[in-house]
């Protein structure tokens, strides 16, 4: 069973709830989610920076990212979640690859 970290907007945080559902179900898939703050909450940049380190230690222990990429919209911490992924031969996977 292969892991994936989703990765993308907060802005399609119930789409990557739903997609995370359908890849475990679906596809099998160990996701590992990173939704957050969904109310708008304005977070400190200590927690922001603790939530970034989190997520990079989710990436580290995944086999790949899954990009949530709805609309084909890619935001600059997802361009970073990417590059990082490649530097340590993680598979990437495009949900929306047009």
Do not use: P, W
Not at 44 to 73: M, P
């Amino acid at each position: 069973m292969k892991t994936y970290t989703l990765c993308g907007s907060m802005r399609f945080a119930e789409e990557m709830k739903k997609i995370a559902y359908e890849l475990e179900t679906g596809k099998g898939y160990n996701v590992l989610q990173c939704v957050y703050c969904e109310e708008d909450v304005i977070l400190s940049d200590a927690e922001l920076s603790r939530l970034a380190a989190a997520h990079y230690k989710k990436i580290d222990l995944s086999d790949g990212i899954y990009v949530v990429n709805i609309g084909g919209y890619i935001g600059e911490s997802v361009k970073k979640e990417i590059e990082y992924a490649k530097e340590h031969g993680k598979d990437i996977v495009y949900h929306y690859n047009g």
